[in-house]
């Protein structure tokens, strides 16, 4: 017995029966529920025991306050674990939240956002109405006044300026209807400079992954995590940015005895769970992975097999790991070799193995090239397409992946298309619009198939000098529509931008920073806020970290005077003139455009990245039936009629159209399982072959298509390329095209229908074909290695443009000036400047920044919710106890924080504690509402002040860029620290 | 019947204060009144746990025991209830309680306190279950509709238990037993006196 | 006490810790941190401290106490220990009175009235004794029935009526806090000068006052009795208002163990002080024939000034001359004669 009693209490061990027979009064009915519901609330919560065996409670009666409550399911806008919230509606009013027990993701949990959610809706501090900034005072304006105001305005800058003027920043807050329809809007308006949260958080692992293998997402899930023998997580604090994904690993941890090892350079609440903590110094992500490369190689660990079917490009890979023995490892990151050496051998031989990763590693200048390193360990070690392996990315918004994957960003139109002509003419085909048509929007078609401006330097295309922003004329206005400002680094330099903007427009349900900055900036008129629903006034598909899809119901109509993302889109496309065109096939009522009608179009032009079997119909099926998914698997039983054999939230990509009935694919890359069942190769999209120089100034051509190595059930047993007509004709598989399939073929390419290829094929026939044989459409490829045509190709450590370490910078020095994106990247010249002026003297600390559970992003949102603003009130930086001693810093003290650039001030108070290293400091991202040591309050519109303001971060942080995606650097840069 | 218990699984818990804003939301307790909240020891050590805490419906209650108005009673469940019409907010249960539980509104003279607020284990006060009264003074009664608290039904990773003290006991015990370590049933000791072994 | 066992509780754990640690054989490899191993656990926590603590992000620092069992000691104290001595002191003192004055009966004026009045104690004086009064009765009811109330009170008056009274006790106690506290300030400025101890006290002393037989040691304005009130007054008064204090305005100056001390010092203060205040009383009224009065009207009869005051009684006939202060013949005192 592992129970000690003092005091036995036999009488539970009776029946209910006997134990209702004391009861006075009968209260049967109660006792019973009660007991029921226990069952259905502890034993459920038990991840140890079947689920199956265990009783839920029956619908359990509401009590009088409660009834007559509908309950309707939406998702949590939080975080990308995509839990799902169970709202009681009473007459129109959000009243309660229950535990969603049935969703396979997050079982009834929640973190304390998601678990306060219903706040958010009915706040007191909802923007009410549309307001306009008028000498200096924030004026109501009624919506018909606002929108015609603004689209005005916005009209005067196009002909002065051109379209690329106007810079659309939209939100990874929206569904994907409204992501979708927010980049449709910039296309119709004709520019590329329509970007989302995704910059700022993981655009360099959309570049970096999709260039390793396919596709630039989470391969497995959170809930793939529990099968995991060892679980690395490098560049991620999930306790505290994903709490319930915790429910996972913490699980899987105990239930596999797995090792669980956290390399970060703070001791997060991740980490205190942790078997293996690893301290290293912030930006040094490449040099420890090399350093566990390095012992995987020397000790013959790697997966040779797997290398040789499915890697390609592993000898150059080798020269630049041998470079990294464990001393030079341990100078440059400060982990010793035999630790690494340990924590390298539970990596490569104690499999399968994870590595889990999200902001740490992304937000930097060398952002892509770490999670590249990332994805080389994986496939070095065999990690990939397997169950309880894979890089499982953390993504940060609810729906930053959807919104990625509809395309709101600068690089590409949706779904990855890209933005050359074929990607233009498909988009063109899909909407049933004339390309002719889209292209005279733009300014030419050369600017229509450039990348536009990335957000984190929108306020450089504003102040920049003309010549030096690649575009007709500067950014003149911007239409931001869910995201926040200070969430971008610069802050002191982004007031320049907020000043000289002629037409700055705000939709959102809070004013956030970006009014009460722009009013600091000294503004007086020219800034508009419209209030937009909080999503869960909206209905829509919304994707979570692990690609699943989930619709979210409307839980109750918008509030005050809010309007739906999609009627604010809609109003605009209207007022600019072009709304018959841009919702053809969209049914739009009272000017709200149907979600549904949104997710079908986006259905049938999809191709690329499988979003074309999803169709609402199937995702409701699936919110239904939620209960039906296994938890581990996340499938449903096969002989379920509306939902048989599907994965949960049917994650993409979700092949052929939704009558093929494709059940979404939960882990990517698994040659495992047919393809039908969710399983896949490798995506060869970097051409067949490659011309290869040897020592001796030979060229050879090596193949980049997989070799021997296949999906199960595939009836090509070696790699292919992807599918075209011509393929298939090849193959003698054309036959099997329909007439109608073949008709559209033809349409959609008349001179040569041959070259139409799987993510062209509008009638899926292609996909349906290959999916037939067992084939992946996209082809069978080798994952790179070498990734050529990135700036680094083999990742390549570069210091941290502000390091402390200025002896390594002659030997790790960041990439030379250039102009990425429209704009120069002078990361060298900075760095070289700051060792000139001996930066690293006056600025000693490393400063980085992070998430706290209680808020998220830029946290206007979450610093008005009461429940949670209470729980931090205060914006501080963790300093640790040694270099709080050296200053006379005191835990709970106020200190000023002075940064590199800009003559950088700001007051915060002083966590003084040992979670953080010598030398390092670290603050939450989520504050706002001060500036330099000023509460500015008084700039928000009376009475949408959130509760809680504080300094930002990025008030203090400073240059920095990746130069594949334009990721700013937020993780790394100097300060120096004060008691004020 | 059944004896409600709480149980914190510390080497679960992630002070990720579900638990603290699901009890805010349910009960819509002000700003200020924490009838629940997460500790975290040895903070940012090698070997930091944090729990969650509330009221834990003590066996022989110090609260009730102390209370100068006897205004507590402890249901069949073994939920140590009390009743708002009859505190008098002299703070006894405070100093009493060995874990912070009461907590008193700041009422009008010189910042004393008013009636003692605490946590209910969602299962209301003495009014009638499900009344508009009882939500008022003590919000919800989850209890009565067959549902147990929501900080243990939300916790984000099945850290806080809540149910029959025997069952999650249990369920402990496993989770002990699986993994091969445990760093207690916090407060088991104090609350109930007894332990489970780990 | 308490605290050096805890001391003690504590060095000794840190030596087992120590020992422990040197004991350990070394581990494989020093650097590894493995924060699942390395654990915090309660018990091993309760052992070393006397209380868990750790860290909280809401500024309400009292809540960052995690467990602390001391409130069951304090519980005990309240539940018995205070009953114990309350119950003792109050009704023994009571038993005493009576038991003395069915023995004594009331001390009489020996030598008889004079007629003849002297004034003892001015307006001012009087007003201030009499606010410290009423306060401390209140004070000291509505305290009582915090210890007592529930037990013997409360079952004859049931839950919501016993509360209602209670509710209502505590405000006064809470509010009259104040004026008793002013009161017990000047009465500590008003009446220093007499109070200091001197010889005639010791002599006073010595002879038992005169409570037994029909001695009368002399004494100045106060008798060493009285002093003996006095300071009992000053210093209880100040402590039970201190202790208050501290448990009106909590966690202003001390955290929960500070509270628990003050609540102890309060209730201890404040019964022995209630149970000297009754035989304070019983001399003031019954007790003593002629003393009331100097309270009263705040004149007494000049046979009973030379009986229990004769050195006061003297000086104060040295100070002003015996034609100036030739009291006024008390008609009503005459007439009751």
Redesign the interface.
Known sequence: M??????G?S??HGSIAE?LAG?AGGLDR?????????A????A?????PIGSVRK?EA???????AGATVRKSICTHCSVGCTVTAEVLNGVWI????SWESPINR?????????V??LVHSERRLRYPMKLVDGQWTRVSWDAAINEIGDKLLGVREKSGPESVYWLGSAKMTNEGAYLFRKLGAFWGTNNTDHQARICHSTTVTGVANTWGYGAMTNSYNDIRNAKTQVVLGGNP??AH??S??HL??G???Q?AN?IVIDPR?T???????????MRPGTDIPVLYGMMWHILQNGWEDKEFIRQRVYGFDDLRKEVEKWTPDEVERVTGI?G??LK?VAKMFATEKPATLIWAMGQTQKTVGTANVRASCIALLMTGNVGKAGAGANIFRGHDNVQGATDVGLDIVTLPFYYGLAEGAWKHWSRVWEVDYEYLKSRFDSKQMMETPGIPLTRWFEAVTLPKDQVAQKDNVRAVFVQGHASNSITRIPESLNGLKALELLVIADPHPTTWASLAVEAGRKDGVYILPVATQFECKGSRVASNRSLQWGEQIVKPIFESKDDLEVIYLMAKKFGFADQMFKNIKVENNLPEAEDVLREMNRGSWSTGYCGQSPERLKAHMKNQAKFDMLTMRAPKDDPEVGGDYYGLPWPCWGSPEVKHPGTPLLYNTNLHVMDGGGTFRPRFGLEREEKLPDGTTRKVSLLADGSYSLGSAIQDGYPEFTLASLKKLGWNTELTEAEMATINKINPANPDAVSWSLDLSGGIQRVALAHGCVPYGNGKARMNAFGLPDPIPVHREPIYTPRVDLIAKYPTLPDAKQFRVPNIGFSVQKTAVEKGIAKQFPLILSSGRL??YEGGGEETRTN???A?????MFIEINPADAAERGVKDGGWVWVTGAENNSRARMKALV????GKGVAWMPFHFGGWFAGKDLRGNYPKGTDPIVLGESANTITSYGYDPATGMQEAKVTLCQIAAA | MARMKFLCDADRCIECNACVTACKNEHEVPWGINRRRVVTINDGKPGERSVSMACMHCTDAPCAAVCPVNCFYTTADGVVLHSKDLCIGCGYCFYACPFGAPQYPKVGNFGSRGKMDKCTYCAGGPEADGSKEEYEKYGANRLAEGKLPLCAEMCSTKSLLAGDGEIIAQIYKERVMKRGYGSGAWGWKTAYRETIES | MASFARFVRLAVGAWALLLLIGAAPVPVSAQQVNPTASSVHEQQLLQELDRIQGRVSIPDQRSSVLVQPQGREWREFHNVTLRWIGGVAIIGMLAVIVIYYLARGMVRLESGRSGRTIVRFNVFERFVHWMTAVCFIILALSGLNITFGRPLLLPLIGLEAFSEWSQWAKYAHNYLSFPFTIGVVLIFLMWIAGNIPNKADVEWARRGGGLIGHDHPPAYRFNAGQKAIYWIVVIGGGLVAASGYVLMFPFYTTGIEGMQIAQIVHAIVAVLFIAVMLAHIYIGTIGMEGAFEAMGSGEVDVNWAREHHSLWLDEEMARTGPNDTQPQPRHAASAAQ
């Open positions: 592992l129970i000690k009693r003092t005091h209490r009488e539970r134990s009861q109660r006792t019973f529920l009660r007991k029921s519901g226990l259905g609330g502890a034993l919560a038990l991840g140890t025991m409670a359990a009666t509401t009590g009088p306050l409660t309660g939240q229950e535990p009834g949990s929640h973190c304390a956002k998601g678990a306060s219903r706040e306790a505290e709490p319930v915790l429910q913490l699980e941890k105990e239930l005895k669980f001791l609440r991740t980490a205190a769970h942790a078997t293996e903590y690893v301290r010793p035999e630790q340990r559970v209680e009461p429940w949670l209470e729980l931090q009130q205060d504690t040992e979670r953080i």
